[in-house]
């Protein structure tokens, strides 16, 4: 039997030492498809450096003159989201194309720019709109993190007529079209020796509760880091550890949630004391010591449609490192997490029920040790070979859905997404900036 021909994997943002989700699902599932016998080649960023390629993965920079060449050399193709916007080629590319969407972009961006003016706003919204419609358009297949997103993804594949009486009849799970592919977990278990010792306040007796990832719109650090305030009585040696202040995505680092988590610890007489704010951004090989010199994992978010359609990555390091974790109900893993007694979950903006979920599993005891077997147990179920096996199984039969019929409805798609940020240019920032976009994108390859 022939071997499956190589897949084409496009990334938006650096693979490097410090790296935030969608570089990092980049990398880890070019691993799992290579480790399953797929040649892959990885096309992200110039920028990109000092991360030693896995076995069988090859690394090209992401340009029009790199794509170009490598479009007819592979079998499909795998793009992230906002790629087809970019580089347009790919969307009219001869190949089977899926699409990444595990992050919905446009409830993200509805929390990024909630407080924006209006303008910025709806521009930033009809952008992320658009090119989802794009993306749902050209895809012959799409990957999702978790059941919710399948119905979401599944929904709307169905406003725009994609679900044609064939393709059910052929896939009645609609498995075939839209594949639940998890952000996932390493092989094996970190070692400790990342905090403890090495950062100022931190001493060996301390308890550490910890934040991974960024702090964003839509979490909310204030109510995590008030509950750690009316612990502090019962434990003066808690710390709430917050991992990374600056995300590698400087796109997402200046809208306020950041400053506002550390105007709160200041009012509460926490600031470099009782909640530690760490520099920067970790570097993707040293977050595990980090993790593993924690006592417990934390995360609180807002009640919001962008939670309950999120897959909290930060989650799965905690499950990594055989954390117990306490976080806000109402998100897709958040919920499985409870389900199987790796941690507790309570009520958004309640402060007194998070820290009775940080006293419960920070303390030694039966509860303590059930949880950090549970988060065991489930890190094995979502190992990254795990769940990037419908992925690979895409990838070794790739199917079109579409044909070129798709093609040129992804064109128009493409023109129309065009014509919603020129008229949104034209509002924000005046017509020859409006103009100026134009001849960007016409002079793209």
């Known amino acids: 039997m022939a071997s499956p021909g190589p897949l084409l994997l496009v990334g938006g943002e650096p693979v490097g030492p410090r790296m935030a989700g969608p570089a990092i699902r980049s990398l ?10 797929i040649e892959v080649t990885l096309a992200v960023p110039a920028a990109s450096g000092g991360v030693e390629m896995p076995p069988g993965v090859r690394r090209i920079a992401l340009d029009n003159a790199g794509l170009g060449a490598a479009v007819g050399s592979h079998a499909c193709a795998l793009v992230g989201a906002g790629i087809l916007s970019r580089f347009p080629r790919l969307a009219s590319a001869d190949i089977p194309l899926a699409v990444d969407l595990y992050d919905p972009v446009p409830l993200e961006a509805a929390e990024l720019y909630r407080e924006a003016p209006r303008a910025v706003a709806s521009a930033a919204l009809a952008q992320a709109s658009a090119n989802l419609r794009l993306e749902l358009t050209r895809a012959d297949m799409i990957l999702c993190a978790g059941r919710r997103q399948h119905d979401l993804w599944t929904g709307a594949l169905m406003t725009m007529g ?5 393709m059910y009849a052929a896939d009645p799970t609609l498995e075939g079209m839209v594949r639940v592919v998890p952000f996932g977990v390493p092989p094996g278990r970190p070692r400790a020796g990342g905090l403890r010792g090495r950062v100022p306040g931190i001493g060996a ?3 550490i509760a910890i934040w991974g990832g960024g702090i964003h719109q839509w979490f909310d650090a204030p109510t995590a880091i008030r509950a750690t305030g009316l612990l502090t009585a019962g434990n003066p040696g808690l710390r709430l550890v917050f991992m990374g202040s600056t995300p590698p995505n400087l796109a997402l680092a200046p809208h306020g949630a950041v400053s506002a988590a550390r105007a709160v610890a200041a009012e509460l007489g926490l600031l470099d004391g009782q909640v530690v704010f760490l520099d920067g951004w ?49 998100d897709e893993l958040g919920d499985r997490i409870a389900a199987a007694g790796a941690g507790l979950t309570t009520p958004a903006g309640d402060a007194e029920a998070l820290a009775h979920s940080m006293r419960t599993l920070a303390e030694a005891g039966p509860r303590r040790e059930a949880a950090i077997a549970a988060a065991r147990t489930l890190a094995g179920e979502l190992s990254w070979d795990r769940v990037a096996a419908p992925l690979v199984e895409w990838a070794r039969t790739p199917v079109r859905l579409g044909g070129r019929g798709n093609r040129v409805l992804a064109t128009a798609a493409l023109w129309r997404m065009f014509a919603t940020k020129g008229w949104q240019t034209a509002r924000t920032e005046g017509p020859s900036a409006a103009i100026g976009r134009y001849r960007r994108f016409r002079d793209r390859d």
Do not use: K, Q
């Not at 599932?29 to 016998?37: P, S």
């Open 205 to 207: 007796a301390d308890t």
């Open 28 to 37: 880890e599932l070019a691993r799992a498809v290579a480790a399953a016998g």
């Open 162 to 166: 994609r679900l044609t009486p064939g």
């Open 282 to 330: 970790m570097d993707y090989a040293d977050r595990g010591a980090a993790l593993a010199d924690a006592n417990i994992g934390v995360s609180a978010h807002h009640r919001t449609a962008e939670t309950r359609f999120a897959w909290r990555t930060r989650l799965l390091d905690y499950l990594w490192a055989g954390l117990p974790v306490a976080c806000t109900e109402g």
